[in-house]
């Protein structure tokens, strides 16, 4: 799978691909642990181009909040498409994870803003 | 939506997860099933026979699940069928929605997708197989 990397003053934005299925969550896995290991407190999970998960990747995205926030971090997950949105709504993440609409709305709820 | 109906045999390897989703979007598509449909279908597909694939056999290798699903009536019908060891998918622990945070568990999260998605599933043993199916009316 594609994971981008993009470091905004003390936000990591990282932006994945279109599938994030039981052959891609352990690399995705690895790279979002090691972040935040490397010390990132400030993830936004771009998925913009996101059009399908399954349960092995909506782990991820709840052991990935569940680290990052017990070490006084926070993870944004932002630009879900409607059937992705649809899939966080059913399991429950859109109560215990903050989602945002955007990059800009995800950069915001970090206490960052986007670069004029 | 067009009667009609397909057996689909895919090797216990979950790089087979992407062929079997495959199959299903070029019948549902050849059968009128709207996407939105296919789309939970192919879900509830992934997790069902995922599952089998990673905890339904001692060894993996030269096993196979079957997938038939067929189109009748306003209802598409799959079921997934494999000889591994007896297990009810149906039994596994609904997860705690409105647990924080810091108490969601990780399991149990597929199961309770694949029964949001599907308007049935039922799970029975039939001689010596694990037979789980699920239906999906079609507005």
Redesign the interface.
């Known amino acids: 799978m594609q994971i981008n990397e993009q470091k905004q003053g003390d936000v990591m934005i990282v932006a994945i691909d279109d599938h994030l299925?039981?052959?891609a969550a352990p690399a995705f896995e690895q790279r979002l642990l090691g972040l935040i290991d490397g010390g990132e407190r400030k993830l936004i999970v771009d998925c913009s181009a996101l059009q399908?998960v399954?349960?092995?990747g909506?782990?991820v995205f709840?052991?990935t909040?569940?680290k990052i926030?017990?070490l006084g971090g926070q993870l944004v997950i932002c630009s879900l498409a409607a059937?992705v949105l649809m899939?966080f709504e059913?399991?429950?993440f859109t109560?215990?994870?903050k989602i945002a609409p955007n990059r800009e709305e995800a950069l915001l709820a970090l206490g960052s803003s986007a670069p004029a | 939506m067009h009667e009609g109906s397909i057996s689909i045999h895919v090797a216990a390897d979950v790089r087979e997860i992407e062929r079997l989703n495959k199959l299903v979007r070029q019948f549902g598509e050849l059968h009128d099933v709207p996407s939105r449909t296919l789309y939970a279908v192919n879900l509830a597909l992934d997790e069902l026979v995922t599952n089998v694939i990673l905890y339904g056999f001692d060894v993996p290798e030269g096993r196979q699940v079957t997938v038939k699903i067929a189109t009748a009536a306003g209802e598409l019908v799959a079921s997934v069928m494999d000889d591994g060891r007896a297990f009810n998918p149906l039994e596994v622990k609904a997860p705690d929605l409105n647990a924080p945070l810091e108490r969601r568990d990780l399991g149990g999260l597929g199961v309770h997708l694949v029964r949001s998605l599907m308007d049935a599933v039922s799970y029975s043993r039939d001689d010596e197989r694990n037979v789980l199916t699920v239906r999906k009316r079609i507005r």
């Open positions: 299925d039981t052959i399908y399954n349960s092995a909506l782990k709840l052991l909040a569940k926030e017990t059937s899939i059913m399991i429950g109560r215990i994870m």
